[in-house]
């Protein structure tokens, strides 16, 4: 199993819900797929794209549940990242996690 993490606007996870369906948000439409981060990458992932953002979820995926459409593409650093090339379906988002921003004003994701 390979939990995956995709941060996003309150707002745009509750449109998601309402159809059934993620399609994405700005930036992943930009980028032709939707970017997830492991569990481990996450924290790096807040801090460099989503500080001084409230109302943030992070949602948690089991990324076997995904089939063909997740790849694991070299972005940062060379790291090995999961982007899905699809719209994600609300049913494999397994939890949705709340971030606070921190003192440092960087989101809080789930610990690795």
Known sequence: ?????????YAEWTAAEAVGRFEGSAVDHEDGFIHFS???????????????IADLVVLEVEGDD????????????GD??????????????RAVHEAPLGDDLVPRTPAP
């Open 66 to 77: 995904l089939g063909p459409a997740l790849k694991w593409e070299p972005s940062r650093g």
């Open 38 to 52: 492991t569990a481990a990458q996450a924290g790096e992932t807040a801090r460099r794209y989503f500080a001084g």
């Open 80 to 93: 090995l990242f999961p982007h899905l090339y699809g719209p994600l379906e609300t049913a494999h988002v």
């Open 1 to 9: 199993m390979t939990r995956i993490y995709k941060i996003l606007p």
